[in-house]
């Protein structure tokens, strides 16, 4: 099993910056890419960004603002959120893409970021 733990959530006024972490263990050779995606009610899970190795890729509305990067000697990622704006507060989660398992992806609990002067 992969599990999942988001953490640096929390309150941040606009224009700060803010990283969020994800540490993955179990069974992280199944991993085969990461990202970030948040959620706020009533909407859909939005993709923020992802890494696959040597290439990531971000949403519109972040690029330029975010920066996903991956330390794979301590398996986990991080959401580093610079200039934040309010649209930007959600709860955010973490996710791993498997291989070799009946899931084929696997998300954290979520951590909440809310921007608010």
């Known amino acids: 099993q992969v599990q999942l733990v988001e953490s640096g959530g929390g309150l941040v006024q606009p224009g700060g910056s803010l990283r969020l972490s994800c540490a993955a263990s179990g069974s992280i050779f199944k991993i085969t890419a990461m990202g970030w995606y948040r959620q706020v009610p009533g909407k859909q899970r939005e993709l923020v960004a992802i890494t696959t190795g040597g290439t990531t890729n971000y949403a519109d509305s972040v690029k330029g603002r975010f920066t996903i990067s991956r330390d794979n000697a301590e398996n986990t990622v991080y959401l580093q959120m610079n200039s934040v704006k309010p649209e930007d507060t959600a709860v955010y989660y973490c996710?791993?893409?498997?291989?070799?398992?009946?899931?084929?992806?696997?998300w954290g609990q979520g951590t909440l970021v809310t921007v608010s002067s």
């Open positions: 996710n791993a893409k498997l291989s070799f398992s009946p899931d084929r992806e696997v």
